[in-house]
């Protein structure tokens, strides 16, 4: 008898697995950066706290690298928790 052959089964693994939801959160953490360096570039001669390009540039940067660290921890959490799920299946085909 042949074998089932599931050719979407990596992408199941991968959506389940919260790939899809960590290279969202790392896109959206990149843009942010690029429009906060921007934002800074556009009147970095005026460089005082009243400069608001500046001081929403600086705050886009901060902003990106906290998207990015949430998602990082996001997906290792959900990681964790597909790991644990199918260490679960594993132990139950085996008994």
């Not at 990149?30 to 705050?59: E, H, K, P, Q, T």
């Amino acid at each position: 008898m042949a074998a089932k052959i599931y050719p979407f089964k990596d992408r199941k693994e991968m959506r389940e697995n919260g790939n899809y939801f960590a290279l969202a959160l790392t896109t959206i953490a990149w843009v942010v950066l690029i429009i906060g360096i921007v934002l800074c570039l556009v009147r970095l001669s005026d460089f005082n706290d009243r400069n608001m390009y500046l001081m929403a540039g600086i705050g886009c940067i901060v902003g990106s690298i906290l998207i990015y660290c949430i998602g990082g921890f996001l997906h290792v959490t959900q990681t964790k928790k597909f790991r644990e799920a199918n260490d679960d299946v594993a132990s139950k085909r085996k008994s």
